[in-house]
């Protein structure tokens, strides 16, 4: 008999070269922008937590992406208009949110909205990262 095990991977490492599946998460996110509960296209309060949490690891993941994006660019004088700075401020802002929602519970319908909106925005941060890679195609 085979027996799984629970990993604790802080540091990602087991994750590392694994692709991001970005089309079907990109859809998650459009369809839970697309719910409202004045309408009744909202499913049930356990689906929407169910995508919340699937866009949260899948931030989660983005950010960590991220990361690593902008430490193989080389250094760039970080003004106003830099594209690293913009980057680095989208992931900053997705560390906190991240956190800030493990802290407080409030309506799963505006968490679930506000992690797909993250994801979108960490979407647009990780094209211009890559599209500033040398040898890099915008998406992957």
Do not use: F, K
Not at 7 to 24: F, M, Q, S, Y
Not at 28 to 43: I, K, N, Q
């Amino acid at each position: 008999m085979t027996y799984g095990s629970v990993v604790h991977d802080p540091t990602g490492c087991l994750n590392a070269g694994i692709p991001l599946d970005r089309g079907v998460h990109e859809r998650l996110a459009a369809a839970v922008l697309g719910w409202r509960r004045d309408d009744g296209t909202a499913p049930p309060t356990a689906d929407i937590e169910q995508a919340a949490l699937q866009l949260s690891g899948y931030a989660e993941l983005q950010v960590r992406e991220l990361h690593a994006s902008l430490a193989r660019l080389p250094r760039e004088p970080e003004g106003p208009g830099s594209e690293q700075l913009r980057a680095r401020i989208t992931m900053a802002e997705a560390v906190r949110r991240l956190r800030a929602s493990a802290i407080r519970r409030g309506d799963p319908l505006h968490l679930a909205q506000s992690r797909a909106r993250l994801v979108d925005a960490l979407h647009r941060a990780l094209d211009r990262t890559s599209a500033a890679l040398p040898d890099s195609v915008p998406g992957t």
